[in-house]
């Protein structure tokens, strides 16, 4: 019994020491990785989980410069689109409860909504697939400053007017957080509810999430978060977020409370194995084909309520990123390894996937396959034609309306360069690219093409934007 007692501590004494330098190992790795953050800079609250269980947690950085307050695993952070999946996960629980069908037409609940060529369902919003014109896109093409006070209400009223989607719903994948907007909107009419009241009594509070909420008031004081920030030639500057607009962002939440939320997909608290597996399971289109973002690595990165779900070396993973203001954010989960990573960060330039990437190679080195390399010979650049631009400008000249976004652009010839100009936005300097095709940044990179009658004559333009396509404007005589 004397001999058996030794071995079991002379066991234990191993496996803690063997543990010991594995946590130190990765303590180190991941120090190295966010080196550059300090009492003198933005950072990055960082959480690994591991079975459940928090087994890394530490802060770089400040959350508060001003006040020079250093970044924890308490301190709160907005999540910016990491925020969807609890979106999503609110309309599953609807669902279960038996108070909506995924399938319900969305004017069932919001009758205001124009009345479109072919119905958009609550699924087209989960999955981006609606073929609504971004939200965002639409508030710049209006005037709007992403750093203005932006609330639910006043998307609404740009969302209900807008008479033409980029696409047909169902067809096709476009990123568009409208659909988001519209979800909490649901939430709000069918439960009777505010969307943070119901997320906190249906997600938060069950899990024991007692430092996360959804900031639907521009106004209210949140103790213990982190302020974003931007810099530039090594000084930094504020990066205000005003909005309290909800669906798509405006999750707060800590990493210790992101642990709880992670954990739920591998022994739910809320909802069982079955709702989760139907949650993770990839988005549709219409015909039945799976809704892709984007081909990275020659692999397909598929959307899932809320998440992209992608294979990577050999492994699935189901993570998003986010990023509104400075706040940037990444939360991966490698499910059936049982692994997440959970970086939350205040800084714009934080490059928030690569850094999650980087971590899942150190702890997941063993289990990961290396890729087959990408021969440059393979790959085929087809070289673009060389425009003349032209020479005549002026007759680009004009003021173009659209009445809908209650919006007014005047071009004009500025010093030799097409300009385009709104009362609330710096001017955009226009490049021509193809004849009558201009492209130039309105907030984000847009697209510019103009209308002729059979005269000739310039009648308008449309704007096209990462989430809004041809968006109409007419010439004024």
Partial sequence: MKYLIKFILIHISISSNLLAQTNSAAEKKIDSLFSQYNSKTAGVAVGIVQDGKLIFEKGYGTA??????????????????????????????????????????????????????????????????????????????????????????????????????????????????????????????????????????????????????????????????AYSYGSANGLYSKRNLS?????????YTTVEDLVKWTANFENPKVGDLDFINLFNEKSLLDNGEPAILAVRDGENIYHAKGQFIRNYKGLNVYNHTGSDAGFKSYLGRFQENKLSIILLSNDEDFVSYKAGMDIAEFYLSNKFKERSPIIASQIRVEEAPVYIAATNLKGFEGQFQNSDLASLFTLKVINGKLTMSHNRLSDAVLTEVEKDKFTGVITFAVEVNFHRNKKNEITGLNITNFGATNVNFIKLK
């Fill in 64 to 225: 508060n410069l001003e006040y020079d307050i250093p970044i924890t695993s308490k301190t709160i952070f907005n999540i910016g689109s990491v925020s969807k999946q609890f979106t999503t996960f609110s309309i599953y629980l609807l669902e279960k409860q038996g108070k909506i069908s995924l399938d319900d037409d969305i004017r069932k609940y919001i009758p205001e909504l124009p009345i479109y060529e072919k119905i958009i369902t609550i699924k087209h919003l989960c999955s981006h697939t609606s073929g609504l014109k971004d939200q965002w896109s639409l508030l710049t093409l209006a005037g709007w400053r992403m750093d203005d006070v932006i609330t639910t209400e006043q998307v609404m009223k740009i969302i209900t007017k807008q008479k033409e989607l980029n696409f047909l719903p169902g067809s096709q994948f476009k990123y568009s957080n409208t659909g988001f907007t519209l979800l909490t909107e649901i939430v709000k009419r069918v439960s009777g509810k505010s969307f943070s009241r119901f997320a906190k009594e249906n997600i938060f509070n069950p899990l024991g999430m007692e430092n996360t909420l959804i900031y639907d008031d521009n106004e209210k004081i949140v103790k213990n978060r």
């Fill in 243 to 251: 909005s309290s607009s909800v669906g798509p962002t405006n999750v």
